[in-house]
């Protein structure tokens, strides 16, 4: 996502648009509430947030809509903030998918690991739900142990991974609803477990398609990160501009990957 904004921004203005982006440590709303309270109107038209949901956050967003700068909530939602919109898929939906996946993936009984990013990220959060819904309902088998929260560090989760492996040692089944899928990876390459258990991951990147390929990961849940930033842009233009949309248009649809149809490598942003 990072990667396909950053083009959109190296762009020359277009339609009357130019982006640039503004990066605030993961999770981290102190940060988040410091980048949004410096945006100024007079330089910015409407804004794109991709945050945790914390108190702090959602009076920041109040702040900057009553500058009159139009907000998007993107890839996790802010419901309870001012947005105008929201710009990403179901995740409660995302989350009952990885849940069918691993139900029928599983080649035995046992206990799932959920890989989290943070409890106040809405998105994983609803991954979570979405998840726990259906194997509740359909997979009695199976039990989801309590979520494992990485703040998207590849060398927190590396860490942290054994000792959890060690307290679980029944686990058939990792969905990671997160980032930092590297340390993931190489906790399965070093105890050689992907062989025996389903890992179902989000977001296709470099290093997910490789996991597919490599056979480390089973499944992928993503979602077109160009198509979130063309709908934001275009949304936010709206907005501003008080002009019509078409909701059809940035309605973001779940894909679903496996090993066998993975787009062709130079096609994957990271």
Do not use: W
């Not at 988040?32 to 956050?57: K, M, Y």
């Not at 989290?116 to 997979?139: K, P």
């Amino acid at each position: 996502l990072r990667t396909q904004i950053s083009e959109q921004a190296e762009k020359p203005p277009n339609d009357r648009t130019e982006l640039s982006l503004a990066l605030a440590a993961p999770f981290d709303a102190q940060d988040f509430v410091a980048v949004l309270d410096r945006i100024d109107p007079r330089e910015t038209d409407g804004v794109a947030v991709f945050s945790p949901e914390t108190p702090s956050v959602r009076d920041a967003v109040k702040r900057v809509r009553d500058k009159g700068i139009a907000v998007v909530t993107l890839v996790s939602d802010l419901p309870s903030s001012d947005r105008d919109h929201f710009v990403g898929i179901d995740n409660v939906s995302a989350g009952r998918t990885a849940a069918q996946l691993m139900g029928r993936f599983a080649r035995r009984s046992g206990k799932i690991l959920f890989i989290t990013g943070s409890r106040f990220a809405r998105d994983h959060l609803e991954r979570r739900q979405g998840f726990d819904l259906v194997i509740d309902e359909e997979f009695p088998d199976l039990e989801v142990v309590a979520s494992f929260e990485g703040r998207d560090d590849p060398e927190l989760i590396y860490s942290l991974l054994p000792d959890v492996f060690d307290n679980h040692p029944n686990i058939c089944g990792i969905y990671s609803s997160a980032a930092g899928n590297e340390g993931l990876i190489r906790f399965l390459k070093d105890r050689k477990a992907a062989d025996d258990i389903v890992v179902i991951g989000h977001e296709l990147t470099p290093l997910s398609q490789q996991a597919l390929r490599a056979g480390h990961f089973d499944a992928v849940i993503s979602q077109d990160s160009g198509h979130l930033v063309r709908s934001c842009t275009r949304l936010l233009r709206a907005t501003a501009d008080s002009a019509p949309y078409n909701p059809a248009q940035e309605r973001i649809r779940i894909d679903i990957y496996i090993k066998e149809n993975m787009p062709p490598s130079d096609a994957v942003k990271s």
